[in-house]
């Protein structure tokens, strides 16, 4: 509703997360938008690249459902802006660091009331 409001561009906005218990299987989403010297074969290319990715998916809450059998954030990428000579400006891989050990445990542990 904000990006509709506020920045009078046509877009289309999708996240989500699915949940096992307390723990987070998948997030995601993307945001895909309108420039303004964009041509509507452009955007109806774009729209039917939408369209295909959630049937894909399947699901009331896209891309949760791609991403928990494995599809890559750039898959997605790729599918949505199919045909529209994409050029990724790099990636990333998410890396878990923790810097955790006794005595910052024993600190934490004493600050509990």
């Known amino acids: 509703c904000y990006l509709a409001e506020s920045e009078q561009r ?11 218990g307390i ?28 369209a295909r990715v959630v049937k894909k998916d399947g699901g009331s809450a896209v891309p949760s459902n791609l991403l928990l059998e494995g599809v890559t954030p750039y898959e997605i990428a790729s599918q949505l802006l199919e045909g529209m000579d994409m050029k990724p400006l790099g990636q990333i891989s998410p890396e878990i660091t923790c810097k955790c050990n006794e005595e910052r445990l024993i600190r934490s542990v004493r600050l509990i009331p």
């Open 23 to 50: 723990l987070c299987t998948s997030a995601g989403g993307y945001l895909v938008e309108q420039l303004p010297s964009c041509d509507k074969e452009s955007v109806e290319k774009v729209e039917r690249n939408l």
């Open 10 to 20: 046509s877009c289309a906005l999708a996240s989500a997360t699915s949940m096992k």
